[in-house]
C-alpha cells in the first residue's frame, strides 16, 4: 500500500499533538483532538472524552515524552490503529514510565479524530 507511510505520519503528528496538549496543559488542543464520542482503557478503568479532557484542569499532567515503535494497520478508507510504545514522565523529578499505546484514527470532514485509545504499561523487568 503506497499510501501507508504518508498515513503513519500523519496519524504519528496528531498522536503528538494529543501529548503537546498533555505537556501543555491546553485543554483545548486536547479536545479537538478527541471524537465526542472517545472512549479510553487504561490501567485504572474506562475514560470519556470529558475525563481526557478533565485531567488538563490543573494544568500540564506529561513533562516529556518520546514515541518509539510506531506501527500502523488500516481499517478501512476512514479508520486506522496506530500503536507505538510511550517513555514518558509525568513531572521533572518522577521516575520514566513506559506505555505500549494503541489508538484508533477516524477520518472526517475536518480531518483525523482520535476516536479510542488504550495504554498498556510495560511489565516490571
Not at 483532538?33 to 485504572?44: E, K, N, R
Not at 481499517?75 to 521533572?92: I, N
Amino acid at each position: 500500500m503506497t499510501e501507508q507511510p504518508l498515513l503513519i505520519e500523519i496519524l504519528t503528528a496528531q498522536e503528538r499533538k494529543v501529548w503537546n496538549a498533555l505537556v501543555s496543559g491546553d485543554r483545548a488542543a486536547d479536545a479537538a483532538l478527541l471524537s465526542d464520542h472517545f472512549l479510553g482503557v487504561y490501567p485504572d478503568g474506562f475514560a470519556g472524552k470529558q475525563d481526557h479532557c478533565g485531567q488538563l484542569e490543573g494544568g500540564a499532567t506529561i513533562h516529556s515524552y518520546d514515541m518509539q515503535e510506531t506501527r500502523l494497520i488500516p481499517l478501512g478508507p476512514d479508520h486506522a490503529l496506530l500503536s507505538y510504545r510511550a517513555d514518558f514522565q509525568r513531572h521533572a523529578e518522577a521516575p520514566p514510565e513506559t506505555m505500549y499505546i494503541s489508538s484508533i484514527w477516524q477520518k472526517d470532514a475536518g480531518g483525523w479524530i482520535n476516536i479510542f485509545s488504550q495504554d498498556t504499561p510495560r511489565a516490571a523487568p
